[in-house]
């Protein structure tokens, strides 16, 4: 069974920075595209950074030079650098996955269960 498992999300000054951390594991042959998503309460889910296997990275225009999304393909982890945080950037920070597993002949996507950011002063 494939779980994406997020990490480090808490409360945040507005300034400060944080770092999230996603381990996916369970039968991964392969992992293309990781990204990062949000939802903030009453919106809908938005992207926030999405990284490729040979490490293409887009941002959404409300972080970019604030955010860094990068991964670590040998422990099938991907990381999302937040600086310089604002209140509007308070959310459930969800993290997403293309994985090949070794029973299956096609890429799925899988979501992480979500780590609350808070930044508030």
């Known amino acids: 069974q494939v779980q994406l498992v997020e990490s480090g999300g808490g409360l945040v000054q507005p300034g400060g920075s944080l770092r999230l951390s996603c381990a996916a594991s369970g039968g991964i042959f392969s992992i293309t595209t990781m990204a990062w998503y949000r939802q903030a309460p009453g919106k809908q889910r938005e992207l926030v950074a999405r990284?490729?296997?040979?490490?293409?990275?887009n941002y959404a225009d409300s972080v970019k030079g604030r955010f860094t999304i990068s991964r670590d393909n040998a422990k099938n982890t991907v990381y999302l650098q937040m600086n310089s945080l604002k209140p509007e950037d308070t959310a459930v920070y969800y993290c997403?996955?293309?994985?090949?597993?070794?029973?299956?002949?096609?890429?799925?996507?899988?979501w992480g269960q979500g780590t609350q950011l808070t930044v508030s002063s």
């Open positions: 997403y996955a293309d994985i090949l597993t070794y029973d299956s002949s096609h890429y799925v996507g899988f």
């Open positions: 990284i490729t296997v040979v490490d293409s990275t």
